[in-house]
């Protein structure tokens, strides 16, 4: 039986060695004031010197974030971290918050290289909600979509794969759930059932890229899914994979408060 709900936390052919990237493509550029609860995670590059977006993430209550887990396990403290909220722009602008820690899921990558591909983010400071910064209903435990339903990813990462380029500009594109058995055969291993495959198989064209993980996919505005690997972006044959919120809400909800 298909079962679909929500939850608001609290306010106050190919070969098996398949290249797994941290990976919009084929988009449009949108406004923050449509994806409110997404934001920026920043790090503070050691020999540059200066902040960088590199993933993303979305807003749990004023005191939390979720993002991919392989987004925090590089050896970069939280003090090194920061999140930039309510802004359309690439940094630039909203609200700048710093990263108090950081608890990836204690089965990450356990299993598969990118399983559990999850982590809370505690910021050092509360958000202040406006029309910009907003948090996101996240899918009840258990909750599963239907295959071919439209869902859509946001982000600021690369508009073409291996170009480098990432986008100014917020960005989203409209792509369709695949069946997890379908994606698992295509890429024959590292795809669990805690994972959702989405794309347009046999065309492509459209995905999230580099600069994108840990960022939100979305179902009517409501947090499903976060960026986490794939083959390269918007292939035809590979989907992206995203972590599936809901095998891991009630350890979200036992966590972000």
């Not at 609200?95 to 608890?103: D, F, G, K, N, P």
């Not at 990813?153 to 794969?161: N, Q, R, T």
């Not at 046999?202 to 179902?219: I, M, V």
Request: with cysteine; proline share 4%; charged share 20%.
């Amino acid at each position: 039986m298909i079962t679909w709900a929500v939850l608001l936390l609290g306010a106050a052919a190919a070969s098996a060695a398949v290249p797994k990237t941290n990976r919009i493509v084929g988009g449009q550029i949108t406004s923050i004031e449509e994806h409110p609860s997404i934001v920026q995670l920043d790090y503070l590059g050691q020999l540059s010197g200066t902040w960088t977006q590199n993933c993303g993430g979305t807003i749990l209550n004023p005191d939390f974030v979720v993002s991919a887990a392989h987004c925090t396990d590089n050896n970069v403290s939280a003090a090194n971290r920061r999140v930039r909220a309510g802004s359309t722009i690439r940094n630039s602008g909203g609200q700048l918050v710093y990263v108090s820690y950081y608890r990836n899921h204690p089965d990450y990558s356990k299993r598969e290289e990118f399983d559990s591909d999850i982590t809370l983010i505690r910021l050092a400071k509360r958000l202040t909600f406006d029309a910009t910064v907003q948090q996101a209903p996240i899918n009840a435990p258990g909750s599963e979509i239907p295959d071919g339903t439209a869902v859509v990813h946001a982000g600021w990462g690369d508009m073409k794969e291996g170009a480098g380029i990432a986008s100014l500009f917020l960005r989203d594109v409209t792509i369709y759930t695949i069946n997890n058995a379908e994606c698992a055969s295509r890429y024959e291993e590292g795809v669990t059932e805690n994972m959702i495959c989405v794309g347009i198989l046999d065309e492509g064209g459209k995905d999230a890229c580099q600069g994108d993980s840990g960022g939100p996919l979305y179902l009517n505005k409501i947090l499903v899914g976060i960026v986490s690997w794939g083959s390269g972006c918007a292939d035809e044959y590979y989907p992206g994979v995203t972590t599936k919120v809901s095998a891991f809400t009630n350890w979200i909800v036992d966590n972000a408060k």
